[in-house]
């Protein structure tokens, strides 16, 4: 077995705030953040920013939340159609004002005692959260 395989079978340690993390590999579900560009044009986001090439014009985020830049057109003309244009990975920290959901790849690799990083799929909210998982009766 390979270094590298070596630490892929070995499961790594829950960071200080797994719900800043854009992917989760802790267990054979791989999870993935993503974001829907369409709603950062339809929200007005003042993080988008636009470039003119090749006689088009494309957006992107400043923050690199996602890191592709768009052809507005396009985005535009699947936003207008009844499917949309879909989401792309995060590959940084949502922002509050981002829509963004949680993707599981491999649900059915699933442990029977659920997520072993429930904290991930915490979404930004403008404030640090925390999960109560139980109560002490005195």
Partial sequence: MSTREQAAARP???????????ECRRCGVHCDKVVYPGACVERGCPFLYTIQEFGHTYVGCMHNIF???????????????????????AIAPPLPLCRVEVEPCYESRSEELGCINPEFH???VG???????????S
């Fill in 12 to 22: 790594s340690k829950l960071p200080l705030r797994p719900q800043d993390e854009a």
């Fill in 67 to 89: 890191d592709v830049e768009i052809d507005f057109d396009l985005l535009r003309a699947a936003e207008s159609s009844r499917v949309g244009f879909g989401a792309i990975k």
């Fill in 122 to 124: 915490e979404l930004p």
């Fill in 127 to 137: 404030e640090p959260s925390f999960r109560v998982f139980a109560r002490i009766a």
